[in-house]
C-alpha cells in the first residue's frame, strides 16, 4: 500500500536558517505529493504541491521537488522565521482528487 | 468565500454513547472526506463521498463507524458505542471532485472527540 515517512521532530532552528525536513514515500504508480502545515491553534493548511516528476512546488519561501528516482519529497527554506513554527504534513495522493496519505508530521520551532 | 466547517468543536462523551459529528463543506464541491488525527500523528483516511454515494469507505476501522451525505452537500460522521480509543480530532475536506491538478483538498478545523 501506500505509505509516507517522514523525519521525526521537533526540529529547533535559529531563526534565519536553513530548513530541511526530509520526506519518502511508497506508491504504485505516479502520486501526486503535498506538503500541508498545522500553525498552532489551526487546521491544516495546504503549503505546497506537485504532480509530476521533477516538478517543484513552492510557496512563502518554502519549495519541494518531486523526485521519483529517489521517491523523495524533502522540503526546504533558506530562511526560517519564528512564525514559521508549526507542525508539517508530507502527503501523497495515487490521483490528485483522490484520499489523502500523511506522514507523522514533522514539528519545527524557530527561535528568535 | 467560506472554507469548511465542522460542529461541534469540541465534544465531550462517555464509553458506550452515540456521537455524531458534522461537516459543512465548501459550497459546490463534490468530494468530500472524513480523517482522524491522533495525538503526535498525521492524519488517517476514515471514508470518501463524491456527491450523495461513499466512493470508498476502506478507512472506516470497524462497523461502528458510519457516514452519510444524504444531499450531497452536509455530512454527518456517526459513532457508536463509542470507546475510549476512540479519543481524537476527526478532521473533514472538501474538493472540487473535478479531478487533475486543481483539486486539492481543503480542511475543516476540526471536532475534537473525548470519550471518558
Known amino acids: 500500500g501506500n505509505s509516507v515517512t517522514q523525519m521525526e521532530g521537533p526540529v529547533t532552528l535559529s531563526e534565519e536558517a536553513f530548513l530541511t525536513i526530509n520526506c519518502t514515500y511508497t506508491a504504485t504508480g505516479y502520486p501526486s505529493l503535498f506538503w500541508y502545515v498545522q500553525y498552532p491553534g489551526e487546521g491544516l493548511q495546504l503549503l505546497l504541491k506537485a504532480t509530476k516528476a521533477d516538478d517543484k512546488g513552492s510557496n512563502k519561501g518554502f519549495e519541494a521537488t518531486y523526485r521519483k528516482e529517489t521517491t523523495s519529497f524533502h522540503l526546504e527554506k533558506g530562511s526560517v522565521q519564528v512564525s514559521d513554527s508549526a507542525v508539517y504534513f508530507c502527503a501523497l495522493s495515487p490521483n490528485a482528487g483522490n484520499m489523502l496519505t500523511f506522514g507523522g508530521g514533522t514539528r519545527l520551532m524557530v527561535k528568535p | 468565500g467560506a472554507g469548511v466547517s465542522q460542529t461541534p468543536s469540541n465534544k465531550v462523551t462517555e464509553k458506550g454513547k452515540y456521537v455524531e459529528l458534522r461537516c459543512d463543506p465548501i459550497?459546490?464541491?463534490?468530494?468530500l472526506y472524513w480523517y482522524r488525527q491522533s495525538l503526535g500523528q498525521g492524519p488517517e483516511f476514515l471514508i470518501y463521498f463524491q456527491g450523495t454515494g461513499a466512493a470508498d469507505d476502506s478507512g472506516l476501522p470497524n462497523d461502528r463507524f458510519f457516514a452519510v451525505r444524504p444531499e450531497g452537500s452536509v455530512s454527518t460522521l456517526k459513532i457508536q458505542r463509542t470507546e475510549r480509543g476512540d479519543s481524537a480530532v476527526y478532521l473533514c475536506a472538501s474538493s472540487s471532485g473535478q479531478g487533475g491538478e486543481t483539486d486539492t483538498q481543503y480542511f475543516g478545523p476540526g471536532t475534537r472527540l473525548t470519550v471518558l
Open positions: 459550497s459546490g464541491h463534490t468530494a
